[in-house]
């Protein structure tokens, strides 16, 4: 056994089992997961489980009040409001999903760069994203919204844009911070190829951050994605998101209040849910916090 | 001081300059020709050419841009293409209502936010505690527009104890108008500053100059608010600002939800109208505000800790 085989290598920290443990085997992190699957299911299954066509208008039956054929009544286009609102998650979810990876991908990519290479590009980046980072989201969501249009991929492209400068900015200083650890010291001394560095040892260490991060955000998302419905400048009906649900809700709260109480509900619970799981994962990443 | 000011200044221009520059690209550059927009897809060729002209839209992109930074920072916000009046006066007959909500939420949220969130890391993990932090979850959960609407459904529609739309005149009626509004902002406040307390004054009190303070026997309310509470405002006035920020975001929907004048009904509602002249200096108002109250933020983080200025 030669002298080098005995040299300890340093180890790299284990993330995973940690967060899974904790999600999984808290009570308050097991009932959000089982909330959101619930959602899921539904938001996936939606054309099997609405018992209506979420856009057919019945003038024969508007503004209903609950009943056996209309479990939450309908709307003043005489559309179920339990339709509505099972479809209305497929749009609200899938974006509140899809944009805040988007945004951890670029985001992402441009932190551990700036983070690993420093110079030029770093100066660069930390300035956009100080700037940007100045601005409350749901205001630089309203700039891109006013400039593109609502829709469903441009609320994605909104949400992306507002959520990437959180992201970059995470990535970059634990990247920093990261560069820093023996086992990356260890990998450049022993002439491991910078790409092969920045993968294989940067990216799973920065990972847990960002993935706590990613769930807190999706939860910010989805309730972005409702407010620029909400707006008008979100999901356009006569699709249905749960942002514009309430929208269309408060214009006729006079003959009736149940499509706000249930989007509403809807909205506040996934929310909720998914905070539970990113707090809990942070939580046990960060045992001092709380 | 007035050194350190200077310094925080002139570090914002850049800020709003790259600002102006994302408003001009996101509203000249991207797909929607304004001329279409305003006079509608039929329009005759000869009307458009007319548009364009007067708009300066035919002019080269720079000189355009040199013409709107010029326009922007003298306040020059033309007309709007819906209304026909001074895009300045609508800014001025809206802008007070905003600023007025803003404030009455931020000082309820803060009345009601620091004591609840010391109550609560006094009592920690026991049922206040508990209770707090319940509905912080609940606060950082609920849509701020569901919760007006909530408010706006129980309190003005069936019980009829508030107005449902508008904001009044006179103070007495102004006053009577923004309760419901105020306090749709202010609940979801009180769950974020209390939090905030909470967790800066919990952190405070694990240090090592509390311990010593009980060690030597001050009594349990000094140790909270001279030794804790003073040594958590500084995490805690970061908040604030935050807030300040989050409460005017909010705002936007609020004044939707109430029908209240605002500059944020006023922005949604010219971008429904596709009234670019109104879109843009309403943008540009709203990042001017959130650039000056950045700038106060660090004002007052170098008065709290003059540690800061010498940096």
């Known amino acids: 056994m030669s002298a080098v085989d005995q040299v300890r290598v340093p180890q790299e920290p284990k993330f995973a089992g940690t967060i899974v443990k904790s999600v999984f085997f808290t009570p308050a992190g097991a009932i959000a997961v089982t909330v959101i699957l619930l959602f899921a299911v539904i938001a996936i299954f939606a054309p099997w489980i609405a018992p209506h066509d979420p856009r057919a208008q019945s003038f024969l039956s508007v503004n209903a009040q609950p009943s056996s054929t209309y479990w939450l009544g309908t709307d003043q286009f005489g559309r179920d409001v339990l339709s509505r609102l099972i479809y209305g998650s497929r749009n609200s979810l899938i974006i509140g999903f899809l944009s805040p990876v988007f945004a951890a991908l670029i985001g992402g990519t441009l932190g551990v760069l700036a983070g690993y290479f420093g110079g030029i590009i770093d100066r660069v980046v930390t300035r956009i994203i100080d700037m940007l980072m100045a601005f409350p989201e749901l205001l630089l969501a309203i700039l891109i919204a006013a400039a593109l249009g609502g829709g469903f991929w441009n ?14 900015r995470v990535a970059r200083a634990t990247t920093l911070s990261v560069k820093e650890e023996p086992y990356v010291e260890a990998a450049i001394a022993a002439g491991v190829r910078t790409p092969m560095i920045i993968v294989r040892h940067i990216v799973p260490n920065i990972s847990a951050p960002i993935v706590v991060l990613l769930t807190l955000w999706t939860a910010s998302a989805i309730r972005l994605e409702a407010t620029l419905s909400f707006l008008g400048i979100g999901t356009q009906p006569p699709a249905a998101s749960w942002g514009n649900i309430i929208r269309e809700g408060l214009s006729n709260m006079f003959a009736t209040s149940w499509p706000i109480l249930t989007a509403g509900l809807a909205i506040t619970i996934v ?13 046990a990443l960060d045992p001092e916090i709380n | 001081m007035a050194r350190y000011i ?22 000249r550059i991207l797909p929607g020709d304004p001329a279409i927009a305003v006079l509608g897809d039929y329009a005759r060729p000869e009307s458009i050419a007319r548009f364009r002209e007067q708009f300066g839209l035919n002019d080269p992109l720079w000189l355009q841009f040199l013409k709107f930074l010029k326009d922007m920072v003298t306040l020059n916000f033309g007309n709007s293409f819906t209304k026909g009046v001074p895009v300045m006066d609508l800014i001025k007959y809206n802008l007070p209502y905003t600023i007025e909500l803003t404030i009455v939420a931020m000082l309820i949220g803060i009345a009601g936010g620091i004591p609840l969130g010391v109550w609560a890391a006094i009592n920690r993990n026991k049922a206040p505690d508990v209770g707090f932090r319940t509905f912080s979850l609940i606060g950082y959960a609920i849509p701020d527009f569901y919760l007006g609407a909530l408010l706006l459904i129980i309190f003005a ?90 409460t005017l975001s909010g705002s936007v929907a609020v004044e939707l939800v109430f029908n209240r004048p605002g500059l944020g009904r006023l922005l949604i509602d010219a971008i429904s109208e596709r ?19 950045n700038l106060l933020m660090e004002v007052v983080y170098a008065l709290i800790d003059p540690r800061i200025r010498v940096k």
């Open chain 1, 155 to 168: 609320v994605v492209i909104v949400l992306t844009v507002a959520f990437t400068p959180g992201f970059a």
């Open chain 1, 271 to 283: 929310v909720m849910a998914i905070s539970i799981i990113g707090d809990t994962m942070r939580d």
């Open chain 2, 6 to 27: 200077f310094v925080r200044l002139l570090d914002s221009i850049p800020t709003i300059f790259l600002v102006f520059t994302l408003v001009f690209i996101a509203l």
């Open chain 2, 157 to 246: 529609l069936n019980l009829g104890l508030f107005p449902i739309t508008g904001a009044g005149s006179g103070f007495a009626e102004r006053m009577h108008h923004i309760v419901l509004p105020a306090t749709t902002l202010a609940l979801l406040k009180i769950a974020f500053i209390g939090r905030l307390a909470r967790t800066s004054l919990l952190e405070v009190l694990g240090k090592d100059f509390v311990r010593t303070a009980r060690a030597k026997g001050a009594r349990e309310p000094r140790v909270i608010y001279r030794h804790g509470l003073r040594n958590a405002l500084m995490p805690l006035s970061t908040g604030l600002g935050l807030s300040v920020l989050s």
């Open chain 2, 275 to 293: 009234d670019y002249p109104v879109i843009q200096a309403g943008i540009i108002i709203f990042a001017s505000i959130v650039v000056v109250v």
